[in-house]
């Protein structure tokens, strides 16, 4: 390759590796990134001997921001009230919020990669939200998200969760 091509072969690989990865929190989710802490992923997400696993702040205030976007919407999905914009306005804010807990996460390294396996069905929930199902797949990203929420609150240490209600 001349080096005059080069410029703009590095410049067209940068913008097309950056487009893949919009549209991809799922992926991205389940990929090591930088805080991980180099443990291996598990495959299924357990409790941590029979104890839940412990939380920080940010995670926890995440986590709960999450749940309040998604529980009151429930009803409206299930009634298929909801419109395409409107799924992926809150895939959107649930992503924001996803961004701020992996940005944040300061877990020890086991119980950050059960940590990934709430993020990416988060991430796989959203997808489906913003679009990339078909308007019952995002019906069905919504619930999803809402149960990860749930198995988040069934095998984290977090005062207080509550599980969200309505799920079918």
């Not at 913008?15 to 389940?30: D, R």
């Not at 992996?102 to 390294?109: I, R, T, W």
């Not at 308007?135 to 609150?153: C, E, F, H, P």
């Amino acid at each position: 390759m001349r080096k005059s091509n080069l410029g703009v072969w590095i410049a067209g690989v940068a913008v097309g590796a950056s487009v893949a990865l919009v549209g991809a929190p799922a992926a991205w989710a389940a990929q090591p990134h930088e805080h991980d802490h180099g443990a291996a992923a598990p495959a299924k997400l357990s409790l941590d001997h029979g104890r839940k696993w412990g939380t920080d702040a940010p995670l926890r205030d995440g986590m709960g921001r999450i749940r309040a976007l998604v529980e009151p919407q429930l009803a409206a999905a299930h009634g298929g009230k909801l419109s395409a914009a409107q799924y992926a306005a809150l895939a959107g804010e649930v992503e924001t919020q996803v961004a701020g807990i992996v940005s944040n996460c300061k877990l020890e390294p086991k119980a950050d990669a059960m940590l990934h396996i709430v993020i990416g069905d988060i991430g796989a929930g959203t997808d489906a939200m913003a679009g990339k199902g078909g308007a019952a797949g995002a019906a069905q990203g919504l619930v999803r998200v809402a149960k990860a929420v749930n198995a988040y609150g069934s095998n984290f240490d977090h005062p207080g969760f509550k599980p969200i209600r309505g799920l079918h």
